[in-house]
Protein backbone atom coordinates (compact mmCIF):
# COMPACT_ATOMS: atom_id res chain seq x y z
CA UNK A 1 0.00 0.00 0.00
CA UNK A 2 1.32 3.48 -0.77
CA UNK A 3 0.61 5.91 1.47
CA UNK A 4 0.85 10.16 1.62
CA UNK A 5 0.77 12.79 3.60
CA UNK A 6 -0.46 16.10 3.25
CA UNK A 7 0.33 19.05 5.34
CA UNK A 8 -1.52 22.00 6.06
CA UNK A 9 -0.44 24.99 8.13
CA UNK A 10 -2.93 26.09 10.12
CA UNK A 11 -2.10 29.67 12.59
CA UNK A 12 0.27 28.53 14.40
CA UNK A 13 0.49 25.06 13.98
CA UNK A 14 0.86 22.11 11.02
CA UNK A 15 -1.52 19.50 10.32
CA UNK A 16 -0.46 16.15 8.49
CA UNK A 17 -3.46 14.04 7.19
CA UNK A 18 -3.35 10.73 5.59
CA UNK A 19 -6.00 10.63 3.36
CA UNK A 20 -5.75 6.88 2.54
CA UNK A 21 -6.46 5.89 6.37
CA UNK A 22 -8.45 9.30 7.05
CA UNK A 23 -5.81 9.95 9.77
CA UNK A 24 -4.68 13.48 11.14
CA UNK A 25 -2.38 14.86 13.48
CA UNK A 26 -1.15 18.03 14.49
CA UNK A 27 2.09 19.67 15.36
CA UNK A 28 4.08 22.69 16.12
CA UNK A 29 6.01 22.36 13.35
CA UNK A 30 6.20 20.49 10.17
CA UNK A 31 8.49 17.57 11.51
CA UNK A 32 6.20 17.22 14.78
CA UNK A 33 3.37 16.45 12.87
CA UNK A 34 5.01 13.98 10.69
CA UNK A 35 6.58 12.09 13.56
CA UNK A 36 2.97 11.94 15.22
CA UNK A 37 1.17 10.64 12.23
CA UNK A 38 3.72 8.14 11.98
CA UNK A 39 3.07 7.25 15.78
CA UNK A 40 -0.44 6.86 15.22
CA UNK A 41 0.28 4.49 12.01
CA UNK A 42 2.62 2.55 13.77
CA UNK A 43 -0.05 2.03 16.46
CA UNK A 44 -2.69 1.18 14.07
CA UNK A 45 -0.17 -1.73 12.68
CA UNK A 46 0.91 -2.86 16.39
CA UNK A 47 -3.09 -2.89 17.30
CA UNK A 48 -3.82 -4.99 14.59
CA UNK A 49 -1.49 -7.14 15.07
CA UNK A 50 -2.47 -8.06 18.35
CA UNK A 51 -5.74 -8.87 17.50
CA UNK A 52 -4.94 -11.01 14.64
CA UNK A 53 -5.83 -9.16 11.66
CA UNK A 54 -3.54 -8.86 8.74
CA UNK A 55 -2.47 -5.15 7.91
CA UNK A 56 -1.51 -4.46 4.36
CA UNK A 57 2.21 -3.52 4.53
CA UNK A 58 3.08 0.04 3.57
CA UNK A 59 5.51 0.19 0.77
CA UNK A 60 5.87 3.90 0.47
CA UNK A 61 4.95 7.15 1.74
CA UNK A 62 4.89 10.39 -0.35
CA UNK A 63 5.26 14.01 2.11
CA UNK A 64 3.70 16.52 -0.35
CA UNK A 65 5.50 15.23 -3.28
CA UNK A 66 8.66 13.76 -1.06
CA UNK A 67 8.65 10.16 -2.07
CA UNK A 68 10.16 7.72 0.17
CA UNK A 69 10.84 3.86 -0.27
CA UNK A 70 11.27 0.95 2.12
CA UNK A 71 10.19 0.16 5.27
CA UNK A 72 8.03 3.11 5.96
CA UNK A 73 7.55 3.28 9.65
CA UNK A 74 9.57 1.18 11.79
CA UNK A 75 12.64 2.15 11.00
CA UNK A 76 11.66 5.78 10.82
CA UNK A 77 10.21 5.68 14.19
CA UNK A 78 12.07 6.13 17.73
CA UNK A 79 12.04 3.30 19.88
CA UNK A 80 8.85 4.55 21.75
CA UNK A 81 5.72 3.65 20.45
CA UNK A 82 4.39 6.47 22.35
CA UNK A 83 1.41 8.53 19.87
CA UNK A 84 2.31 11.69 21.98
Known sequence: MKLS?????IENEVIASCPELDVN?????RNEAIR???NVLQFYIDSAQEFGL???RFEAISIDG????????????PASKSIN
Do not use: Q, S, W
Open 5 to 9: IKLME
Open 36 to 38: RLK
Open 54 to 56: EVE
Open 66 to 77: ELNHGPVLAETL
Open 25 to 29: CYGFD
